[in-house]
């Protein structure tokens, strides 16, 4: 039951991630629509971390869900007051950024660390 619920919040998970991914991309190229569009990628990330972990069976779930809520948060408030800066560290954060969901998700459909991956 365990494995599938990490897998069930990783497939959820896939797509929101994905635009977030290329929304914070494209805010460092200064596109205009892309904070917009990473207020609405964080939400909907937001809105499955709110989940929490419970029953989740990956302590690098675990330990992302524990502190994504308020990084999310602090991407969105960044995003809103167009901060690139700010929604960066929000994304790259050590413990509580992408890169930690990507490790929690590692080998799930859609969820393959790039080759040279610094985290693979």
């Known amino acids: 039951m365990m ?23 494209s805010c460092n190229e200064r596109i205009p ?3 917009a569009d990473v207020v609405s990628a964080a939400e ?8 929490g972990s419970l029953g989740v069976d990956s302590e690098d779930y675990v330990a992302w869900a524990s502190g994504a809520p308020q ?7 960044a995003a809103q007051a167009k901060d690139t800066t700010r929604i960066w560290e929000a994304f790259s954060h050590p413990q509580f ?9 590692s080998g799930l459909p859609g969820w ?6 610094e985290f693979a």
């Open 33 to 35: 629509q892309s904070f």
């Open 3 to 25: 494995a599938d619920l990490r897998a069930a919040r990783c497939e959820q998970l896939l797509s929101p991630v994905t635009a977030l991914t290329v929304a914070v991309v």
């Open 112 to 117: 393959v660390m790039p080759e040279g991956s």
């Open 44 to 51: 909907d990330v937001l809105a499955i971390a709110d989940l």
């Open 97 to 105: 950024g992408l890169h930690r969901l990507g490790s929690a998700c």
């Open 71 to 77: 990084t999310l948060a602090d991407m969105i408030e």
